[in-house]
Each structure stands twice: as structure tokens, then as C-alpha cells.
């Protein structure tokens, strides 16, 4: 509980911080920072597969809906027909990623970078479809610079494998209690 605490008080810091950095500097990093520290946390935090490739997953599912929101502006209806086809083109492009991977690019990761961006830019984009290609790199810069600093600030303090690995809602073996306290009262006396 106490790594959870600290990690809970390190993104609140960071998250604080760029808003105030983007203020300061007038990056207008404010309507995506909740977003991106969070994605960026859920990257650091789940145990699942090489922080790398967690990494390549999100930006593959980035490049993915940025495509999509591409395909939306210069190709397909501006219709639900349209939207559809751009949704199941984003979608199925974050499967054959992970799929192509062959299991090292987790798929939930993907589906994190496509969603993030739409997250960050759906609005922006339904007010001028035409202006796609500045204003998509513009929410695209912000949403990656807050969901690196979610990330490292998570990653500079995120519990360990093992605790985090622990099935939840799962009642602790004996053992592991035993050995907890056994490591607390060495680390005690190290300390």
C-alpha cells in the first residue's frame, strides 16, 4: 500500500507540474494532461510483457487512430457510415500489430495508444475536419509529451514484479506474509 501511496503522490506531483510548466511556457498541454499521465501510469504499471514493448504497442495504436482520423478527413463520408469504417480500420489495425508481434506486443496496449488519441483529439478534430493536419499534430505532441512524463514518473517509483504480478482480491498465502515481515525486519536493521 505504501509503493501505491508513493506512486499516487508522484503522478500527483508530476501532473501538477506540467500543468504549470504548459501554463508557464503556454503550451496548452491542460485539456490532455489528466489523460496522458494516466495512460502513461497504465503503461509503467502493468506487468505485462517488456516496458518496451508496452511502449511500441501504445505508439503503434497512436499511429493507427491518427490514421484513421487521416482516412476520416481525406477519404471516407462525413457520416455514421464513415465514422464506422474509420473506427473498424483503427481497430483492426491494433490487432494485426499485436497479432504480427507474435505475442510481444501486448494488444491491450495498442488499443490504449489508438483510444488515447482519439481521447486527446476527437473534439478538436469533429470542430474543423479540414485542418487535420495541423491540429492533429499539435493534440498528437501534447498527448505524447504528457503520457512520457506519466510513464517515466511511474516508472521511477512503480512497485516491483512480484507485488505487482499478485492476483487481486486474492487472500495472501502464509508464506508470502511470513517472508514479507522477515524482509521488513532485515531491511530495518540495513536501514
Given at each position: 500500500m505504501r509503493?501505491?501511496l508513493l506512486?499516487g503522490?508522484?503522478?500527483v506531483?508530476a501532473?501538477v507540474?506540467v500543468?504549470?510548466?504548459s501554463?508557464a511556457l503556454?503550451?496548452?498541454?491542460?485539456?490532455?494532461?489528466l489523460?496522458g499521465?494516466a495512460a502513461?501510469?497504465?503503461?509503467?504499471l502493468?506487468?505485462?510483457?517488456?516496458?518496451?514493448?508496452r511502449?511500441?504497442g501504445?505508439f503503434?495504436?497512436?499511429?493507427?487512430?491518427?490514421?484513421?482520423?487521416?482516412?476520416r478527413a481525406?477519404?471516407?463520408?462525413?457520416?455514421?457510415?464513415g465514422r464506422?469504417?474509420?473506427?473498424?480500420?483503427?481497430?483492426a489495425?491494433?490487432?494485426v500489430?499485436?497479432?504480427?508481434?507474435l505475442g510481444?506486443v501486448p494488444l491491450?496496449?495498442?488499443?490504449?495508444g489508438?483510444?488515447?488519441?482519439a481521447?486527446a483529439?476527437?473534439y478538436t478534430y469533429?470542430?474543423?475536419?479540414?485542418e487535420?493536419?495541423?491540429?492533429?499534430?499539435?493534440?498528437?505532441?501534447a498527448?505524447?509529451?504528457t503520457?512520457?512524463?506519466g510513464?517515466l514518473a511511474t516508472?521511477?517509483?512503480a512497485?516491483d514484479g512480484e507485488?505487482?504480478?499478485?492476483?487481486?482480491?486474492?487472500?495472501?498465502?502464509?508464506e508470502?506474509?511470513?517472508?514479507?515481515?522477515?524482509?521488513?525486519?532485515?531491511?530495518?536493521?540495513?536501514q
Amino acid at each position: 500500500m505504501r509503493k501505491t501511496l508513493l506512486v499516487g503522490m508522484v503522478l500527483v506531483v508530476a501532473a501538477v507540474l506540467v500543468v504549470m510548466v504548459s501554463a508557464a511556457l503556454d503550451l496548452e498541454l491542460d485539456s490532455v494532461v489528466l489523460l496522458g499521465i494516466a495512460a502513461g501510469a497504465v503503461l509503467a504499471l502493468v506487468p505485462d510483457r517488456a516496458p518496451l514493448a508496452r511502449l511500441a504497442g501504445f505508439f503503434g495504436g497512436f499511429v493507427a487512430a491518427w490514421i484513421g482520423y487521416l482516412l476520416r478527413a481525406g477519404v471516407l463520408p462525413d457520416s455514421a457510415g464513415g465514422r464506422a469504417v474509420a473506427v473498424a480500420i483503427v481497430i483492426a489495425l491494433a490487432v494485426v500489430l499485436a497479432a504480427a508481434s507474435l505475442g510481444r506486443v501486448p494488444l491491450w496496449s495498442t488499443l490504449l495508444g489508438a483510444g488515447a488519441l482519439a481521447g486527446a483529439y476527437e473534439y478538436t478534430y469533429a470542430a474543423a475536419p479540414p485542418e487535420v493536419m495541423a491540429t492533429s499534430v499539435s493534440a498528437a505532441t501534447a498527448l505524447l509529451l504528457t503520457v512520457a512524463v506519466g510513464f517515466l514518473a511511474t516508472a521511477a517509483v512503480a512497485p516491483d514484479g512480484e507485488e505487482a504480478t499478485r492476483r487481486p482480491f486474492m487472500p495472501r498465502r502464509r508464506e508470502d506474509i511470513a517472508n514479507d515481515r522477515l524482509e521488513d525486519l532485515m531491511m530495518g536493521d540495513n536501514q
